[in-house]
T-cell receptor, first 111, second 111 residues
């Protein structure tokens, strides 16, 4: 079956702009979570959506937001981009509370 | 969730068993031990998880000490493709995918 699909794979944005990243989970998975990975901070949890509701949230500023649609696809948005937002953004989907399946990520570069 | 401690790096000869240790001395009775790995430029991949009994699947074995304060992930016959960063995570297996990733162990499998 198809894995977790993230689009786009690479993105370059300018400081102050906003960006939207997309994640299509594995068919049947209702949980989608987002992570940010940087060389300095490692993998950090952003938030998780389940059945269109945010049920867990990490310690990130309000500029980071997300949503989930009725078909479980999810988007995350970052407004007023800063240089420090340059990172690999990973999406993971799961059927239950155990095994999470990660996508290949979107590499965002802010210049 | 309890904190974990892993060696920053390890080497293993191809074909030999790779034994990756993890210390989680403050683990609570209802916390599970999870292992994920991340191969360069890819999203993390679930390997195995357990509560107190040893677990084995097609990828690896997980040995948890009787007092549950430490565990070892065993890759029985390491290949070059097992070169990756391995993350040991301890968490309560309630709902949610908010995994807390530490720096992990960088395993290098050498020919």
């Amino acid at each position: 079956k198809a894995g977790v699909t993230q689009t786009p794979r690479y993105l370059i944005k300018t400081r102050g702009q906003q960006v939207t990243l997309s994640c299509s989970p594995i068919s049947g998975h209702r949980s989608v979570s987002w992570y940010q990975q940087t060389p300095g901070q490692g993998l950090q949890f952003l938030f998780e959506y389940f059945s269109e509701t945010q049920r867990n949230k990490g310690n990130f500023p309000g500029r980071f937001s997300g949503r989930q649609f009725s078909n479980s696809r999810s988007e995350m948005n970052v407004s007023t981009l800063e240089l420090g937002d340059s990172a690999l953004y990973l999406c993971a989907s799961s059927l239950d509370t155990t095994e999470a399946f990660f996508g290949q990520g979107t590499r965002l570069t802010v210049v | 969730d309890a904190k974990t401690t892993q060696p920053p790096s390890m080497d293993c000869a191809e074909g030999r068993a790779a034994n990756l240790p993890c210390n989680h001395s403050t683990i609570s009775g209802n916390e599970y031990v999870y292992w994920y790995r991340q191969i360069h430029s890819q999203g993390p991949q679930y390997i195995i998880h357990g509560l107190k009994n040893n677990e084995t699947n097609e990828m690896a074995s997980l040995i948890i000490t009787e007092d549950r304060k430490s565990s070892t992930l065993i890759l029985p016959h390491a290949t070059l493709r097992d070169t990756a960063v391995y993350y040991c995570i301890v968490r309560v297996d309630n709902y949610g995918q908010n995994f807390v990733f530490g720096p992990g162990t960088r395993l290098s499998v050498l020919p």
